[in-house]
């Protein structure tokens, strides 16, 4: 399996370091936008030998970037809708509250 992975520029912000991710062998791709939570994703169906494409946007509202207060890696959350948002809110306030994890940039 052969992957390229690059930069592009986010159809909904405009941010020019949402992350595109490609199989060159297969010809699915993503795009994450680490700004707004854009995801952009085309996938690959067989079905009896027959190759189909499914093409599924979701929208961007938010990006959470988190990280563990004693070190290891981040952690991005995409939000796609006002629930999704009310609940990382709720979530990121508790953790911090109980000094579990430290705010992250991009
Ligand atoms: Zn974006």
Redesign the pocket.
């Known amino acids: 399996m052969t992957t390229m992975t690059e930069y592009k520029t ?6 020019e370091r ?1 992350v595109f991710d490609m199989d060159c062998d297969t010809g699915e791709s993503t795009l994450d ?6 995801s952009d994703v085309v996938e690959r169906v067989v079905t009896d030998g027959k190759i189909t494409w499914r093409h599924l946007v979701a929208p ?1 509202f938010g ?1 959470m970037w988190h990280g563990h207060i004693d070190g290891g890696s981040w952690q991005a959350n995409y939000l796609h809708d006002e629930d999704g948002v009310i609940e990382a809110e709720r979530w990121l306030r508790n953790e911090m509250a109980a000094g579990k994890i430290a705010p992250a940039h991009i």
């Open positions: 986010c159809p909904q912000c405009g941010f949402a936008c680490r700004s707004c939570g854009h961007g990006a």
